[in-house]
C-alpha cells in the first residue's frame, strides 16, 4: 500500500483536480484505489456521484480530524494506493495526514500566493516528520500551467523554489479542458469522447506521465527505506 496526500492552504491550487487523475490514471492500470475526501467542498465525492466512476476506487467521504487516522490506517490495509485530498487549510487532520503519507503532493500555480501556501505545507511535513522520526517524501507539482507560454509568474515562482531547495516534480499538469470535463461529466479520461474535447490525448499523456513520476517516486522511497 502507499498513502499519498495533496496539500496546500492556498484554495484553488489544483489539488482535487491532480488527485482524480493520479487516482484514475492508477485505476486504469488496474490498481486498488481509495480516495479520502477530506475536502470540506466534497468535489470528488461529487465526482464518484456522476456516471463512469470505475469499481476498483472507492471514496471515502466520512472523514473528520478525530477519524483521520483510523479512516487512512483501515484504507491502507485494503488498497494498494490511498489518495487524500486534503481541506485547503492548516489543520489537525492536515497535520495528520501528512503524517501518516509515503508521499505528500503539494500542487502550486505559477503564482507567489500558492507559492507561500506551499511553503507552509512544507514547514508541516517538516514537523510532522520530527515528530514521526522519519522523512516525510514530498515534492510541488506545478498545476494548470500553460500549455503555450511559460508566464512571468510561472518563472518567478521556479525561481524561488530552486533557491529554496524546495522538490520539484518533473511533470507539470497543464491546464486541459478534458480536465474540466472530467469534474463535470465523470468517469475516466480514457472514457471521454476525443470528437467533443479538444487535445484529450496530450491530457492523458500528461496524466500518464504525472501517474508515472507519482510511482518512481513511491518507489525510490521505498527503496531508501528498506536500505536505511
Known amino acids: 500500500m502507499a498513502v499519498i496526500s495533496f496539500a496546500n492552504p492556498k484554495g484553488g491550487a489544483g489539488k482535487t483536480t491532480s488527485a482524480l487523475l493520479l487516482a484514475g490514471e492508477l485505476a486504469a492500470q488496474g490498481a486498488s ?17 456522476l456516471p463512469g ?8 467521504g466520512d472523514v473528520s480530524e478525530d477519524t483521520i487516522i483510523d479512516v487512512v490506517d483501515d484504507a491502507s490495509s485494503e488498497f494498494q494506493f490511498v489518495i487524500i485530498d486534503l481541506e485547503g487549510t492548516a489543520s489537525l487532520m492536515v497535520a495528520n495526514a501528512i503524517g501518516m ?10 503564482a507567489s500566493m500558492d507559492a507561500k501556501g506551499a511553503s507552509k505545507t512544507i514547514k508541516l511535513i517538516r514537523s510532522q516528520a520530527k515528530l514521526a522520526k522519519r522523512e516525510i517524501p514530498h ?48 468517469g475516466l479520461l480514457s472514457k471521454l ?6 487535445n484529450l490525448d496530450k491530457a492523458i499523456q500528461n496524466a500518464m506521465e504525472f501517474t508515472a513520476e507519482v510511482v518512481s517516486r513511491l ?10
Request: aromatic content about 6%; proline content about 4%; glycine content about 6%.
Open 101 to 110: 503519507s509515503e508521499l505528500v503532493v503539494i500542487p502550486t500555480q505559477g
Open 193 to 198: 469522447d476525443p470528437k467533443q474535447v479538444s
Open 33 to 49: 484505489v481509495a480516495i479520502v475526501d477530506a475536502d470540506p467542498e466534497r468535489w470528488i465525492s461529487q465526482w464518484g456521484s
Open 139 to 186: 515534492a510541488v507539482l506545478l498545476t494548470r500551467v500553460s500549455a503555450a507560454v511559460t508566464s512571468r509568474s510561472l518563472k518567478n515562482v521556479r525561481e524561488q523554489l530552486d533557491v529554496a531547495g524546495i522538490e520539484v516534480f518533473e511533470s507539470s499538469i497543464v491546464e486541459r479542458a478534458a480536465y474540466r470535463d472530467l469534474l463535470d461529466f465523470g
Open 219 to 228: 518507489q525510490a522511497s521505498q527503496a531508501q527505506g528498506r536500505a536505511a
Open 53 to 60: 466512476k470505475p469499481a476498483n476506487i472507492t471514496i471515502i
